[in-house]
């Protein structure tokens, strides 16, 4: 089972991969944080108009694309042929992943973080797609699944009761905690609202306390001090840096 906290220090999360060297959601995001030596890979699935379950952010290509549309109203071979990496300074093509493209490549050389954007409210049946493709892949105890939609996470939990599930939110941390214990394994916090005495509260209730998105060295500096169990970071090399774990650089 993926582990959700570390005896020597917090777990080092590369948001979107090492999305701050290279584009966001793509093989070479992810491979860099591989090899910077990352803790788990956080990255976001959408359903396709055909029903495979895409890696990427937005519910639009547009943003890091060239090209321009929904994802949901877009086939796979559509989106395949778009390139992830033309909104940025990296050179080469990046396809867009599939989620089992991913499932293939990185989970039993490194855990991924799996953000389901919008459940069943406006993806209809997205939980039991995302838990079959797990248990395809053998990966179910694997991955840790979050979301800013409780309803999602709740339909997760019932398709599978195994799999990690981890409940992202901005604001009151133990506030959070206690008006929706026992829904989920895990909470993410937006970095800036999260305090020590909250962190310290819910690891009280037995809940793992992760900031996101700590990129400067004063964010990852608070996260650290506050003691987060989880740094969610487009820096992960940073990150690394700053708890004086080895690195590689991008």
Known sequence: MVSLTRQNGPVVVAHRGASGHRP????????????????????DVHPSADGDLVVMHDDTVDRTTGGHGRISAMSTGELRKLNAASKSTWGTFEPVPTFAEVLERYPKQIPLM?????????????????????????????????????????????????VKTGFIF?????AFADEFGGQFDALHGLWNFVTKAHVDYVRGLGYPAYVWTANSEEEIGESLRIGADGVVSNYPDRVLKALGRPSTPA
């Open 24 to 43: 966001e959601n793509t093989f070479a995001s992810f491979d860099l944080a591989v090899k910077m030596g990352a803790d788990m890979i956080e990255l």
């Open 114 to 162: 799996v953000e389901v954007k919008h459940g069943s409210s406006v993806y209809p049946g997205v939980e039991s797609k995302v838990v079959e493709e797990l248990k395809r892949h053998d990966a179910l105890e694997l991955v840790e699944l979050i979301s800013f939609d409780l309803g999602c996470l709740r339909n997760i939990r019932r398709e599978s009761g195994s």
């Open 170 to 174: 901005i604001g009151n941390m133990a």
